[in-house]
């Protein structure tokens, strides 16, 4: 049955996923909202760890769709997908279950070799409970010194339009800064373009004040920001698996995200 709902959901771009006694479906689109964010206060020392794939000679750069088609007698035809930036020099033929449009099979086909081009990056990193806020498919924010990109830590003290954090913010790569914060709930709030305070390197300013109030303990753990220059990459990621280690302990696995390939 399970295989059965992989086929089908498979037709649709998407997947199924068992939480619990219940089975939903997510499908994978283009996503602008992250679901929380992790950083060197809520990942595991020591335990982040991130792979390349790279783009070899031989490496897919085009599939080639086979579908059952209506038009052909309900027997299977091929179609070319070949992305924008690709010579198709090496061609992978795939089935599509499921599909009997053309069109579509075009679509999907395309949409997987461009992720193959595009989303070569992997990670995984352990945490505590905080790794069941995202589900499989969410888009998460990932700040760890391996990007050297991009900076995270913890909101200390908030007022007005003045946020101070537990790590010194880092204004020296010149331009505009933004910061986003983790609110309560683990949704991301954000981002705010950040300015640097004079005399303090632990303090910025927002434009306007924020539309929650940070926690900044003791009572409750203190709400987590990711702090760089705007247009900062490598810090998008769709989860990709979360696995239980016991003792409160999980592991999450993610892929780099890519809007383009959509």
Known sequence: VWDALKIAA???RAYPIL???YVSFTRTSAQATAATIFNRHNIIKGS???EYSFQRDDSVDAIRAEYIDPDNNWQRSTVLAQPPTSSANNIKQILYPGITDRDQAWREAVYDAEVMLKQQRTCKFQ???EGYIPNRGDLIRVVNENFDLDQGGEVTAYSGVTITTNTPLDFSAGGSHSILLRQDDGTVDGPHIATAVGGNAY????SAPLSFTPSTGPTQARCVYQF?????TDSAWIV???KSLGSNKLEIAALNYSATVH
Do not use: H, M, Y
Not at 203 to 206: E, P, S
């Open 228 to 232: 760089g220059p705007v247009g900062s």
């Open 127 to 129: 945490t505590e409970l």
């Open 10 to 12: 498979r037709a649709g």
């Open 19 to 21: 939480n619990a006694d």
């Open 48 to 50: 982040f760890k991130i």
């Open 240 to 242: 990709t698996e979360i």
């Open 203 to 206: 303090q910025c300013t927002i």
